[in-house]
């Protein structure tokens, strides 16, 4: 008896609230992606003037289609001689552990943070064995860990890396943005530009990216206290803004504040088209704190308030900015990387998500003529690697992502973590 009690409890919670929900935000909109039913490309087509300035790579082996054919799309940015090409995912490093992040310091160098709280580096395709930093102080409980990676603008004057991670804290934990100078075999010169950002076992995601302004943008979780997300006077649930310093900038929203967009849940990644739209990744509720699932794409812009906890899925209001983009059941969008290489225009400004629990690399094709509209989603990479946590864009114009198969959710599954390249070759 108690067995069907409990399971009628967690019907409800589910279900039942789910419909209380909906009975006091009824949708209002249709924007929610069923992930089952986007395609998986299998073959990637390139035009012959792309075909003339990019360099290709021979014996093919898989397949994807990238043709971004849309009843919405002219057809003359379709050209008929379109050659396509197939890829291989091809192993850059393996036997990492929960590889979270890279940045390319040079083409052939990269840093990874791993999330126990090491910056490893591969040079030339190999992976040195010691590590160029390791953090003691790391705080490990869950979802916080070694986050964060990115460099400076002006890296290659000054060799500035920053790097996001959870530490303990008065009993608790925070995140903090910490800047290092990259001495090639080892990371020094620490330098704290913010700390004291809220952070728990859950919902403390913090990443970081400097926006055409030079400011840098760092996102920070709700810390699993949704109503501190409303909160003007803390940081909860935000997106900031600040120097490389760690100063607020005279022109931000709030005075004397570092936010720059509030009332979010859990944002993932950011990244900036070459028109300068702002777009984030975003984790929503998973049935303790909210209806489950409506996992999140954002368009983010300055003082604007994107619901949490009063709305979610297709529920809006007036004063709320909705997603441009709704994912059930859930995704887990880890990473959000939009492709900038001009050598490709029909490909610039395509959103790439890495999905932890979709388990592939989701595509998105943003509207050129309307910000908030998706004209297309895709998907690459089949399930086979398992999670997918970070992706992002080498100087070779080629895509990368990282697994994190062993972290705490660990995947039962024999599929070792590791950084992969996916790279197009000639048929």
Do not use: C
């Not at 009332?263 to 489950?292: K, L, V």
């Amino acid at each position: 008896m108690r067995s069907l009690i409990i399971i009628i409890i967690i019907w409800w919670l589910i279900f039942g609230g789910y419909g209380l929900y909906t009975y006091f935000y009824p949708a209002t909109t249709d924007r929610t992606t069923r992930i089952d039913t986007v395609p998986l490309l299998d073959q990637w087509t390139v035009s012959q003037a792309e075909e003339q300035q990019q360099p290709v790579d021979e014996n093919p082996t898989e397949q994807w289609t990238d043709d971004d054919s849309t009843d919405e799309t002219p057809t003359d940015e379709q050209p008929a001689n379109d050659t396509p090409y197939n890829f291989e995912i091809v192993p850059v490093a393996e036997w990492l552990a929960v590889p979270w992040a890279v940045v390319e310091t040079t083409p052939w160098r990269l840093l990874v943070t791993e999330r126990a709280g090491r910056v490893r580096q591969i040079v030339d395709g190999e992976l040195w064995a010691e590590p160029m930093l390791v953090l003691s102080q790391i705080s490990n409980r869950a979802e916080e860990w070694l986050m964060s990676i990115i460099l400076d603008p002006d890296y290659d004057q000054n060799a500035w890396v920053y790097l996001a991670y959870a530490q303990a804290a008065g009993g608790g934990m925070e995140v903090q943005v910490v800047r290092y100078t990259d001495q090639w075999d080892t990371l020094t010169d620490p330098f704290v530009v913010i700390g004291g950002l809220p952070a728990a076992q859950r919902h403390a995601w913090t990443a970081l990216a400097f926006g055409p302004d030079g400011y840098l943008y760092v996102t920070v979780g709700d810390a699993t206290d949704k109503q501190l997300a409303q909160s003007r006077d803390v940081y909860h649930g935000k997106i900031l803004r600040i120097t490389a310093q760690g100063e607020i900038p005279a022109d931000n929203p709030i005075p004397d504040s570092a936010i720059w967009s509030l009332w979010h849940r859990n944002p993932q990644w950011i990244d900036r088209t070459s028109a300068g739209e702002m777009y984030s990744s975003e984790h929503w509720p998973s049935t303790f704190d909210g209806p489950p699932w409506g996992d999140e794409i954002n368009r983010i812009v300055a003082w604007a308030n994107y619901g949490r906890p009063v709305v979610s899925h297709e529920r809006t209001a007036e004063w709320m900015v909705d997603p441009i983009a709704v994912y059930t059941p859930a995704i887990a969008p880890a990473s959000l990387l939009i492709y900038s290489w001009s050598m490709f225009p029909r490909r610039q400004d395509q959103i790439f998500v890495g999905m932890l629990t979709g388990e592939w690399i989701l595509k998105v094709q943003i509207d050129p003529q309307d910000p908030n509209r998706i004209i297309q989603t895709e998907k690459i990479v089949d399930d086979s690697y398992g999670r997918v946590r970070f992706v992002w864009q080498w100087s070779d114009w080629s895509l990368y992502f990282t697994t994190s198969n062993e972290d705490w959710r660990w995947d039962s599954r024999s599929v070792r973590d590791g950084v992969y390249q996916i790279r197009l070759q000639s048929q």
